[in-house]
């Protein structure tokens, strides 16, 4: 090569990186300059706070001021009532001396002269009747002005909440005790009714943080700062992202992923450097957010063996559109202490999280990762509720996670082996990803690892399709109650073969709760040998083993009378791996799974209620669609689309392999939804299932509650 070819390779370079120097210097301008518009605004909302509650003050000290004279003018008219009276009593008396009275009866002189008791009780009732125009119009007037004020505190929070992206108002107005109980029924009931209402919020970008490397823990502190064991040399891992335009003409957000460490954040990687054009569509009002993610433009990528937790960051949409973005890590080893095959997806940052079923018996690891990608430090408390409902301060830690780093629990300090356990993490500061890695083993052999799906919301309705009922099930005897004869059960459990599909079941709070458990096969539904119909109490954690199921592929509802957590774990033929399915949400358009690089993958549809037909488009790891493929799906019942089908429906002539499934919205008869879970085999018994969820971003908005 030249020396000049070398000088302009030189002088390019150099040029780049200025530009990518000058890029950054912006980038950290416009969020010094946010920083500072955010602090204007906060402030400019408790100047505005500080006003209305001193005029609240001034206003409540005038009605005091007015009752106390209203006081003084009733205790006025008492005593000139009461003077009245006795000057009429003094009057009637020397009348008969002073003057000869003309005979009348008794009756006529009463109908003839008012009592002064009646007299007084017709002034007080005229005084009374002149009053409540004076003081409705007084009213009137504080209720207009408090309208006012009112209407000024929702335009302050519209303003602030457009500039900051995030306002709660939650108790502006201090409530008043004392003018409540001067206000009318009417005004009381209307006070009563007001809610919190939800106002759209400006677009924000999107955090996805996937699991670290599975392995064995070689030393934690009590800060949370782990060190893994040597890993075995069959253990690989990989990670792949997707990011797809905001419109059909290709506008990109700007998108890097990068990983997190118990340090910083390390090894940035440019994904997207966001489109130039996409701010003058928003000024246009050209950009079209709803177009269907199968027909716009995508990027996609891959790496190899990240050991850290990878963590995909994409800004937000300049022309406000909802982003659509996903991140998934996939683990394999055919031996060591950590083998088998787990398929984790990357999730965004959550206050509060629920996890079922870690592993703590002998030789198994239940790591908990945290991971805070935020500039500002998060406090998280991890609480472990079992059978027995919460197990207190001996099954609960307390973590601090500076911003941009990663803490770990090991979840075997929390409970002792053999307790069905559940997880709780809830965050303060800034909101936390919760990774949960379980795996088993007996001796140095790994028996199984999962990533165990994280669950945010409660709800009353689950369905979990793609459940395997391994041959050769375990059956214990019921009859069986000794420690001894106990032990011998396991034993020969463990002899036997796997157990059956469990269902656990988690109540929030203190209410119990009626189960209704509904399984499905290939001849429709199924007949269990565990009852159908069950209850459980609120505050625990309660396993239900389903037996009597046929061996094959089955799928699950479960509803209960109020909102839970739940979920099914299942194992393979030879109980050399295990895998957990959580609840998946319904079918819509846009929803699509990551397609795993390890093993092979297939989704498993099922028509909860309902029968009906859907589209889906294949994306290739170069970005290109293949055309659309439709698949129908019986009511209570299942279709498969299979590794093959996968392949058929990638682009003609592609050879850069699948990597994504994208759905379109499904056309149904009758009432009900259509579900679909992804499961990855890998060997002769290796599996992990992946719920099949929304790829678009959800809408974003600000509560608004204003109190009277």
Same mark, same amino acid.
């Given at each position: 090569?030249?020396?000049?070819?070398?000088?302009?390779?030189?002088?390019?370079?150099?040029?780049?990186?200025?530009?990518?120097?000058?890029?950054? /210097?912006?980038?950290?301008?416009?969020?010094?300059?946010?920083?500072? =518009?955010? %602090?204007?605004?906060?402030?400019?909302?408790?100047?505005?706070?500080?006003?209305?509650?001193?005029?609240?003050?001034?206003?409540?000290?005038?009605?005091?001021?007015?009752?106390?004279?209203?006081?003084?003018?009733?205790?006025?008219?008492?005593?000139?009532?009461?003077?009245?009276?006795?000057?009429?009593?003094?009057?009637?008396?020397?009348?008969?001396?002073?003057?000869?009275?003309?005979?009348?009866?008794?009756?006529?002189?009463?109908?003839?002269?008012?009592?002064?008791?009646?007299?007084?009780?017709?002034?007080?009732?005229?005084?009374?009747?002149?009053?409540?125009?004076?003081?409705?119009?007084?009213?009137?007037?504080?209720?207009?002005?408090?309208?006012?004020?009112?209407?000024?505190?929702?335009?302050?929070?519209?303003?602030?909440?457009?500039?900051?992206?995030?306002?709660?108002?939650?108790?502006?107005?201090?409530?008043?005790?004392?003018?409540?109980?001067?206000?009318?029924?009417?005004?009381?009931?209307?006070?009563?009714?007001?809610?919190?209402?939800?106002?759209?919020?400006?677009?924000?970008?999107?955090?996805?943080?996937?699991?670290?490397?599975?392995?064995?823990?070689?030393?934690?502190?009590?800060?949370?700062?782990? /060190?893994?064991?040597?890993?075995?040399?069959?253990?690989?891992?990989?990670?792949?992202?997707?990011?797809?335009?905001?419109?059909?003409?290709?506008?990109?957000?700007?998108?890097?992923?990068?990983?997190?460490?118990?340090?910083?954040?390390?090894? %940035?990687?440019?994904?997207?450097?966001?489109?130039?054009?996409?701010?003058?569509?928003?000024?246009?009002?050209?950009?079209?957010?709803?177009?269907?993610?199968?027909?716009?433009?995508?990027?996609?990528?891959?790496?190899?063996?990240?050991?850290?937790?990878?963590?995909?960051?994409?800004?937000?949409?300049?022309?406000?559109?909802?982003?659509?973005?996903?991140?998934?890590?996939?683990?394999?080893?055919?031996? *060591?202490?950590?083998?088998?095959?787990?398929?984790?997806?990357?999730?965004?940052?959550?206050?509060?999280?629920?996890? +079922?079923?870690?592993?703590?018996?002998?030789?198994?690891?239940?790591?908990?990762?945290?991971?805070?990608?935020?500039?500002?430090?998060?406090?998280?408390?991890?609480?472990?509720?079992?059978?027995?409902?919460?197990?207190?301060?001996?099954?609960?830690?307390?973590?601090?996670?500076?911003?941009?780093?990663?803490?770990?629990?090991?979840?075997?300090?929390?409970?002792?082996?053999?307790?069905?356990?559940?997880?709780?993490?809830?965050?303060?500061?800034?909101?936390?990803?919760?990774?949960?890695?379980?795996?088993?083993?007996?001796?140095?052999?790994?028996?199984?690892?999962?990533?165990?799906?994280?669950?945010? /919301?409660?709800?009353?309705?689950?369905?979990?399709?793609?459940?395997?009922?391994?041959?050769?099930?375990?059956?214990?005897?019921?009859?069986?109650?000794?420690?001894?004869?106990?032990?011998?059960?396991?034993?020969?459990?463990?002899?036997?073969?796997?157990?059956?599909?469990?269902?656990?079941?988690?109540?929030?709070?203190?209410?119990?709760?009626?189960?209704?458990?509904?399984?499905? *096969?290939?001849?429709?539904?199924?007949?269990? %040998?565990?009852?159908?119909?069950?209850?459980?109490?609120?505050?625990?954690?309660?396993?239900?083993?389903?037996?009597?199921?046929?061996?094959?592929?089955?799928?699950?509802?479960?509803?209960?009378?109020?909102?839970?957590?739940?979920?099914?774990?299942?194992?393979?033929?030879?109980?050399?791996?295990?895998?957990?399915?959580?609840?998946? =949400?319904?079918?819509?358009?846009?929803?699509?799974?990551?397609?795993?690089?390890?093993?092979?993958?297939?989704?498993?549809?099922?028509?909860?209620?309902?029968?009906?037909?859907?589209?889906?488009?294949?994306?290739?790891?170069?970005?290109? +669609?293949?055309?659309?493929?439709?698949?129908?799906?019986?009511?209570?019942?299942?279709?498969?689309?299979?590794?093959?089908?996968?392949?058929?429906?990638?682009?003609?002539?592609?050879?850069?392999?699948?990597?994504?499934?994208?759905?379109?919205?499904?056309?149904?008869?009758?009432?009900?939804?259509?579900?679909?879970?992804?499961?990855?085999?890998? *060997?002769? %018994?290796?599996?992990?299932?992946?719920?099949?969820?929304?790829?678009?971003?959800?809408?974003?908005?600000?509560?608004?509650?204003?109190?009277?």
């Amino acid at each position: 090569m030249s020396a000049k070819k070398v000088k302009v390779k030189k002088l390019i370079k150099e040029q780049r990186r200025a530009r990518e120097r000058a890029i950054r /210097e912006q980038e950290r301008a416009a969020t010094q300059k946010a920083k500072q =518009e955010a %602090d204007a605004a906060r402030a400019e909302l408790r100047a505005e706070e500080k006003r209305l509650r001193e005029e609240q003050e001034s206003q409540l000290r005038a009605e005091k001021q007015s009752a106390a004279q209203a006081r003084k003018e009733s205790e006025a008219r008492k005593a000139a009532k009461a003077r009245d009276a006795s000057e009429t009593r003094k009057s009637s008396s020397a009348a008969p001396a002073a003057h000869t009275a003309p005979a009348v009866t008794p009756a006529a002189a009463a109908a003839a002269t008012p009592s002064p008791r009646a007299r007084g009780s017709r002034r007080d009732r005229r005084s009374r009747a002149g009053r409540p125009q004076e003081d409705a119009s007084m009213s009137a007037g504080g209720r207009s002005g408090a309208r006012s004020r009112t209407a000024a505190v929702v335009v302050t929070a519209g303003v602030l909440a457009a500039m900051v992206g995030s306002v709660v108002l939650d108790g502006l107005v201090d409530s008043r005790s004392e003018a409540a109980a001067g206000t009318s029924e009417v005004d009381q009931g209307a006070a009563a009714a007001l809610g919190a209402a939800s106002v759209a919020a400006p677009r924000t970008g999107q955090s996805f943080i996937c699991p670290p490397m599975p392995g064995q823990p070689d030393s934690l502190t009590t800060e949370g700062e782990l /060190e893994y064991r040597e890993r075995d040399a069959t253990a690989t891992s990989r990670f792949s992202a997707v990011l797809f335009a905001t419109d059909l003409s290709g506008s990109f957000p700007a998108a890097e992923w990068s990983q997190l460490n118990e340090e910083s954040r390390v090894n %940035d990687v440019t994904l997207t450097e966001g489109s130039g054009e996409q701010e003058a569509e928003a000024e246009s009002g050209d950009a079209e957010s709803s177009d269907p993610l199968s027909q716009r433009e995508a990027v996609y990528e891959s790496s190899s063996d990240p050991v850290r937790p990878p963590l995909l960051s994409v800004e937000a949409a300049a022309d406000g559109s909802p982003l659509a973005a996903a991140g998934l890590y996939e683990y394999q080893a055919d031996a *060591g202490s950590v083998a088998g095959l787990a398929v984790g997806q990357c999730t965004a940052p959550e206050r509060s999280q629920w996890f +079922f079923g870690p592993e703590i018996a002998a030789g198994a690891s239940s790591l908990l990762t945290l991971a805070n990608p935020f500039d500002r430090a998060a406090t998280v408390e991890v609480n472990s509720v079992d059978s027995e409902g919460d197990r207190g301060t001996s099954g609960a830690r307390s973590v601090v996670v500076p911003g941009q780093t990663t803490r770990a629990v090991n979840i075997a300090g929390l409970a002792s082996a053999g307790t069905d356990l559940g997880v709780s993490v809830r965050s303060s500061g800034a909101p936390v990803t919760a990774q949960l890695q379980s795996s088993r083993a007996s001796g140095t052999t790994g028996t199984g690892i999962e990533f165990l799906p994280g669950l945010t /919301e409660a709800g009353t309705s689950h369905v979990l399709p793609d459940i395997t009922v391994p041959e050769g099930i375990a059956e214990t005897d019921a009859d069986e109650d000794t420690a001894e004869d106990t032990d011998d059960g396991a034993q020969d459990a463990e002899q036997a073969g796997p157990t059956p599909p469990e269902l656990w079941i988690h109540v929030p709070g203190n209410q119990g709760a009626t189960v209704e458990v509904q399984v499905y *096969g290939e001849d429709g539904q199924q007949s269990l %040998d565990t009852p159908g119909v069950f209850t459980v109490d609120g505050g625990e954690v309660d396993v239900i083993e389903l037996q009597g199921l046929e061996p094959g592929v089955t799928d699950i509802r479960v509803r209960t009378d109020v909102p839970a957590h739940a979920a099914v774990r299942s194992e393979s033929a030879q109980s050399s791996d295990f895998s957990w399915a959580a609840p998946t =949400e319904a079918l819509a358009e846009g929803s699509g799974a990551l397609l795993p690089e390890l093993g092979d993958s297939e989704l498993r549809l099922f028509g909860s209620g309902a029968s009906g037909s859907i589209g889906y488009r294949v994306m290739d790891t170069e970005g290109e +669609f293949g055309e659309e493929e439709t698949v129908e799906v019986p009511a209570d019942g299942a279709a498969v689309i299979s590794a093959e089908d996968i392949a058929e429906a990638e682009p003609e002539g592609s050879e850069a392999g699948a990597a994504v499934v994208v759905f379109s919205a499904p056309e149904l008869t009758g009432e009900g939804s259509l579900h679909a879970m992804l499961a990855t085999t890998a *060997g002769q %018994d290796q599996i992990s299932l992946s719920p099949v969820e929304q790829l678009r971003g959800a809408e974003q908005y600000v509560p608004v509650r204003l109190l009277r």
